[in-house]
């Protein structure tokens, strides 16, 4: 039996991402997207349950607009999250981040992923790979976290990191690409 796209695109396999099934879910969630970016600051309350039809929430949040997915339901946050102006999850695939998370402005975490190869990339596949942000992380502004990245407990990311491989538990690191520069 064939594999549907999004089965393919969640399991980390190439996909379409052309495929109608997908390209509705994100339309779901750029409406959405429209209507929480579009909410005044005053009414908190309509902006978290709009949130709540986007991601899994396991506790408090807050999330400063303008904020970006393509599907929302990949993403899941722990309790005390907060990402600050700007934040964009490109979640084709899964997007854990755990409890007590601060996201400075413009920060941006992409799953998503295209072949190295041209020819492949011309045929429209793409792919995803899953990222996953400890506790008590703090992530600085304009940080890019790429597809696959696993981010420890305790972690402070420093301000316009690229982060392209694993960093672990109770560090400071930054750059590009992101590397330890001491432990914590």
């Not at 594999?3 to 379409?16: A, I, P, T």
């Not at 949040?61 to 309790?79: M, R, T």
């Not at 975490?109 to 506790?135: D, L």
Request: glycine share 10%.
């Amino acid at each position: 039996m064939e594999r549907s796209e999004k089965e393919k695109m969640l399991s980390g396999d190439d996909y379409n991402a052309n495929d109608e099934e997908l390209r509705r879910e994100r339309d779901y969630a750029k409406n959405l997207i429209f209507e929480f970016n579009h909410t005044k600051p005053s009414e908190e309350e309509k902006k978290k349950e709009i949130i709540k039809k986007l991601i899994r929430t396991k506790g408090s949040f807050h999330i400063e607009a303008p904020f970006y997915c393509d599907y929302g339901y990949n993403i899941e946050i722990g309790e005390n999250f907060y990402a600050n102006y700007g934040c964009v999850i490109l979640d084709v695939n899964k997007v854990q981040i755990g409890n007590n998370v601060l996201l400075a402005p413009n920060v941006q975490i992409y799953t998503a992923a295209h072949p190295v190869n041209p020819e492949e990339r011309v045929q429209g596949k793409e792919f995803g790979k899953p990222v996953v942000i400890g506790n008590n992380v703090w992530i600085g502004g304009g940080t890019i976290i790429c597809p696959g990245v696993k981010i420890g407990d305790n972690t402070t990311i420093g301000a316009g990191s690229v982060v392209t491989r694993d960093i672990p538990e109770n560090v400071i690191a930054a750059g590009n690409p992101c590397k330890i520069i001491r432990e914590i």
